[in-house]
């Protein structure tokens, strides 16, 4: 199966470099490229793609708005394409608010190519958090500033089981499923129907805002 990727970047060097690297797998096909984010948005609304990669400053309409736009369309838009943002910076607060949004993970630009070509094969997958130590030492330095939440989300805990919390946990510490799986002495399907459920019980989309949700309801706390 071919993964549909589209480019949204102000630099055009940019844009050029990393379509060229994409298009050179036979599993990719950037099927189309952007300067900012509300042609972005346009875009992705006429090609559907399956993931977006988005800078996150640009002109007219920044990558945090349009990530927005995308993830949480207006009545009637049922394309949801995943996204993956591109960043100069490790720890920014528009690739945090991203992540709250729904975004799958970050990428710096000055990444190795490889990395480049797994984080849309990882984000397409909905597996697993792109760069899951970087990801959540930049949610951690975020929670830090913000107390936990003690309203609707830390409520939104209880509709889990003990089971699910626990699973919640490692997910929120970066742990795989297979990591998981021999932590809880578990099969590592079950561990992915544990992950499924905690997602649908929280009505989350996926695993990078289960760990903001973790975070922000004080189920982890930074530096645990």
Same mark, same amino acid.
């Given at each position: 199966?071919?993964?549909?990727?589209?480019?949204?970047?102000?630099? &055009?060097?940019?844009? &050029?470099?990393?379509?060229?690297?994409?298009?050179?797998?036979?599993?990719?096909?950037?099927?189309?490229?952007?300067?900012?984010?509300?042609?972005?948005?346009?875009?992705?609304?006429?090609?559907?793609?399956?993931?977006? *990669?988005?800078?996150?400053?640009?002109?007219?309409?920044?990558?945090?708005?349009?990530?927005?736009?995308?993830?949480?369309?207006?009545?009637?838009?049922?394309?949801?394409?995943?996204?993956?943002?591109?960043?100069?910076?490790?720890?920014?607060?528009?690739?945090?608010?991203?992540?709250?949004?729904?975004?799958?993970?970050?990428? *710096? $630009?000055?990444?190795?190519?490889?990395?480049?070509?797994?984080?849309?094969?990882?984000?397409?997958?909905?597996?697993?958090?792109?760069?899951?130590?970087?990801?959540?030492?930049?949610?951690?330095?975020?929670?830090?500033?913000?107390?936990?939440?003690?309203? $609707?989300?830390?409520?939104?805990?209880?509709?889990?089981?003990? #089971?699910?919390?626990?699973? *919640?946990? *490692?997910?929120? #510490?970066?742990?795989?499923?297979?990591?998981?799986?021999?932590?809880?002495?578990?099969?590592?399907?079950?561990?992915?129907?544990?992950?499924?459920?905690?997602?649908?019980?929280?009505?989350?989309?996926?695993?990078?805002?289960?760990?903001?949700? &973790?975070?922000?309801?004080?189920?982890?706390?930074?530096?645990?």
């Amino acid at each position: 199966m071919t993964t549909r990727v589209i480019i949204v970047d102000d630099q &055009a060097m940019v844009r &050029a470099v990393f379509a060229a690297l994409l298009a050179a797998q036979s599993d990719i096909d950037v099927v189309g490229e952007a300067p900012d984010g509300a042609q972005g948005v346009e875009l992705s609304r006429r090609t559907h793609p399956d993931v977006v *990669l988005m800078d996150v400053r640009m002109p007219e309409m920044d990558g945090l708005e349009a990530a927005r736009r995308l993830l949480e369309p207006a009545p009637g838009v049922t394309h949801r394409p995943r996204v993956l943002m591109l960043t100069t910076f490790d720890v920014d607060d528009y690739v945090y608010e991203a992540l709250r949004a729904g975004a799958s993970g970050f990428l *710096l $630009k000055n990444a190795p190519p490889a990395d480049l070509i797994a984080a849309v094969r990882v984000v397409v997958s909905g597996d697993a958090l792109l760069a899951p130590s970087v990801t959540r030492r930049l949610i951690a330095d975020f929670a830090k500033q913000r107390p936990a939440a003690r309203g $609707k989300p830390a409520l939104r805990l209880k509709a889990l089981t003990e #089971r699910e919390t626990e699973v *919640l946990t *490692l997910v929120a #510490r970066g742990r795989s499923n297979a990591e998981i799986a021999q932590t809880l002495v578990l099969a590592e399907q079950t561990v992915k129907t544990h992950v499924s459920r905690v997602l649908t019980k929280l009505d989350l989309r996926d695993r990078a805002q289960a760990v903001v949700f &973790a975070y922000e309801s004080g189920l982890v706390a930074p530096g645990e």
